[in-house]
């Protein structure tokens, strides 16, 4: 983790291809959820797309952060946080993903006049989002607690996908740590991935990884137990500020941060 594109999405500006411009989760009690983060974060909500299905965009201080939806009854997915990369073509860069050895899950299909969107995934099964933004470009507001704050790909080792993302997005890669990669855009980091071993949770997978900034971290993480859900990494200190993993009541795993200012 290093540094989140500041004000990207901000007054209708549009994202550069490859950013994470956009969160998504999608759970089966929209209600109980957007309760949880809403105590959690002081997200309010207001209707989303109705192609969407049932579908909500968070706010904060009125700026859209991140959507929250209801998953169809008859289908059994994994409940969890999902980001979308920005794309200025969802179908050529979904044919991309698909040519790079990826998998398209959804779409593309239109969401109404707010963009274009498809689900997929990487070649080692982490799903992802791409947006292609017209009436809604993206995360709106950035640096405040309860704003995303940074997306990373857990993977047992870097070098199995990262040049999926190079040819799909065009990345430039600079290496850290033992098997970490920073994924760049003009010079600009935008994300990262992190090569975990033999400690990626065999029940998961490679999968993507949301943080949201907050004031305390150790305060989050007590909030978060109160509302019912539970702590995966307790919090610890890092070069990029204190950090832990959590868990809403739904089973969605994420992160919470306090980044160094």
């Known amino acids: 983790m290093t540094e ?16 994470p411009c956009w969160v998504s989760l999608m759970v089966h009690g929209m209600e109980a959820t957007q309760r949880f ?24 201080d009125g700026y859209e952060v991140a959507g929250i939806g209801r998953l169809p009854p008859e289908r059994q997915l994994p409940v969890a946080w999902t980001p979308y990369l920005a794309s200025e073509d969802v179908d050529r860069t979904a044919a991309t993903v698909r040519h790079c050895g990826g998998t398209v899950g959804v779409g593309p299909l239109d969401a109404g006049n707010a963009g274009r969107m498809a689900i997929v995934s990487d070649p080692g099964g982490a799903v992802f989002g ?10 709106a507001l950035y640096g405040l607690p309860g704003t995303p704050a940074w997306s990373e790909l857990l993977v047992r080792d870097t070098a199995s996908v990262t040049m999926f993302y ?35 949770p065999r029940d998961r997978g490679s999968h993507w990884l949301t943080y949201f900034e907050v004031a305390e ?8 137990i109160e509302l019912g ?3 995966v990494k307790p919090p610890a200190d890092t070069a990029f500020g204190r950090t832990a993993t959590v868990a809403d009541p739904e089973g969605a795993v994420f992160s919470l941060v306090r980044t160094h200012r």
Request: aromatic letters at 10%.
């Open 217 to 224: 971290t150790d305060e989050a993480v007590n909030q978060v």
């Open 4 to 19: 989140a594109p500041a004000a990207a999405g901000r007054n209708g500006s549009r994202y550069a291809p490859g950013t």
């Open 130 to 139: 791409l947006w292609q933004a017209a009436a809604h470009p993206g995360i």
């Open 166 to 200: 190079r040819t799909v997005f065009g990345y430039e890669e600079e290496p850290y740590g033992s098997d970490g990669v920073t994924l760049a855009l003009k010079g600009r980091p935008v994300a990262a991935v992190h090569g975990m071993g033999r400690a990626l």
């Open 229 to 231: 859900g539970r702590v």
């Open 37 to 60: 983060y809403g105590e959690l974060f002081g997200w309010e909500f207001t209707p989303g797309p109705p192609q969407l299905g049932p579908y909500a965009r968070a706010l904060l």
